[in-house]
């Protein structure tokens, strides 16, 4: 290995670690920020719990749209073409890193919700431009990427919109309902890790190297949302409630119950972002290290991403959350609606729901467009006067400047890196 290629592969890991941080720091408002927004969790605990599943999620599953930001993109021709070309690429991937990085550390500090996969893919488009033209990138691929980014928040949407309007009339709406809730909340607990588990058992954890079928992965997932229904199903009956105030109507002692569904859905959630957003911060890494270790044609075999890219993303992703993570929380969590456990768990659900299938799709949609989709989705279920138009319209406007803010920084970084680091190849 050269000396470029160390210095390179040096600055790709503190690159790829400094991107993970700040997704931490800038998406753990979309796996907690509406269980602190409802009063669901504190947010120490928050933060406690999306460590544990956020880590978990990138660390098990995560590789399986890693391969779509590290080889979708960019049209590689192009650059095993190229005269110093497999240097170029590498010069643009950190490039892409630093930049969605950088924007989104701007971003967290303000609070903005921003889309992580926005910023990279916009930086990754920028120095492909930059660096071969626009043949240089994969066209017909980022129509499919824009085109789950108007897909995923509809579909978020809407799920959370029929979910809430099940509780409310099954549960809320109702001559009794703490009784309706009994009946009904293991249900959902079913269906929340039914669900979970069939996704990530069917044909995933590969890196446990588990190929269930679809038939044995379903009886798995049949049978750890029995269980999980059946301690559910014991723990809510525990909950002794006044029958004469319950039958007139107060829902309060619902959400009492909806909290701890709210708590597994955001369970699910940060699984579900730590398995999807992951790729945001390793892919670009990854390819590095493919080329490092065997050129630029390295990357058109399909070549598995080594367990330690995944854990540096993952330890990357837990210590931004825990350190940056709440300056997003506050305008997800309360600004957009007025959110309950009851309306906070559709969203999460949702979401969760959403975000897993894209996964395994291995399409790397917006985590932050999900959720804001099911937050969306619950408030016009209570009445469009529900959604604070303000908060919502800054938030879109924010969506749109990432991807050419991503696209900007990096061309510039793109040209200083070239710069510093080709002139620095020309000496040795």
């Known amino acids: 290995m050269g000396t470029e290629s160390i210095i390179i592969l040096t600055l790709a890991l503190g690159f790829g670690f400094y991107m993970a941080w700040n997704i931490g720091a800038n998406d753990v408002a979309n ?3 509406t269980s602190i927004g409802s009063g669901a969790l504190t947010l120490k605990k928050a933060i406690l719990i999306a460590a544990v599943f956020e880590f978990a999620g990138a660390f098990l599953v995560g590789s399986h749209v890693t391969e779509t930001v590290r080889k979708g993109i960019i049209d590689l021709s192009i650059f095993t073409e190229m005269e110093n070309g497999t240097s170029i690429l590498m010069y643009g991937m ?5 930049a969605a990085g950088a924007w989104l550390q701007i971003a967290s500090y303000f609070g903005w919700p921003v889309s992580t996969t926005h910023s990279i893919v916009g930086a990754i488009v920028g120095f492909g431009i930059i660096a071969g033209g626009a043949a240089g990138v994969d066209w017909g691929q980022i129509v499919k990427i824009v085109m789950s980014w108007a897909i995923s928040p509809l579909l978020s949407g809407t799920i959370a ?6 509780i409310r009339h099954s549960m ?4 009794n309902p703490v009784q309706a809730t009994k009946r009904w909340a293991p ?3 079913f269906l929340v890790f039914a669900i979970l588990t069939l996704v990530t058992f069917f044909k995933g954890l590969k890196n446990l190297h588990l190929n269930l079928s679809f038939s044995e992965a379903l009886v798995i997932a049949a049978g750890i ?5 059946i301690i559910g199903w014991l723990l809510i ?22 909290t701890h569904l709210q708590v597994m859905s955001a369970c699910f959630v940060a699984f579900a972002h730590g398995a999807n957003d992951v790729a945001n911060a390793i892919g670009p890494l990854a390819a590095i290290v493919s080329i490092v270790n065997g050129g630029a044609n390295a990357l058109v075999s399909k070549t598995p991403v080594p367990v330690w890219i995944l854990g540096l993303g993952s330890i990357g992703i837990v210590i931004g959350l825990s350190t940056w993570g709440w300056r997003v929380i506050e305008t997800i969590g309360k600004k957009i609606t007025e959110l ?25 949609i917006s985590t932050t467009h999900t959720l804001v989709g099911g937050v969306l989705g619950v408030g016009i279920a209570r009445g469009i006067e529900s959604l604070n138009p303000r908060v919502v319209r800054d938030i879109f406007t924010s969506w749109i400047v990432t991807l050419p803010a991503g696209a900007g920084m990096s061309i510039v970084f793109f040209l200083i890196i070239k710069a510093v680091l080709g002139n620095f190849s020309a000496t040795i």
Not at 94 to 98: I, V
Not at 172 to 175: A, E, G, K, L, R
Not at 225 to 229: Q, T
């Open 237 to 258: 009956r525990r909950i002794h409630v006044d029958e004469e105030t319950a039958t007139h109507g107060d829902v309060q002692f619902v959400e009492k119950i909806f």
């Open 94 to 98: 950190l490039a892409s890193l630093l």
């Open 161 to 166: 919109f029929v979910v809430f309007l099940v």
């Open 187 to 189: 249900a959902f607990i």
């Open 340 to 364: 309950t456990p009851v309306r906070g768990f559709s969203a999460e659900f949702a979401a969760a729901t959403t975000i897993v299938l894209a996964s395994r799709l291995r399409i790397p």
């Open 31 to 33: 796996a907690m920020g």
């Open 172 to 175: 809320i709406n109702v001559p």
């Open 225 to 229: 949302g029995l269980v999980a229904s």
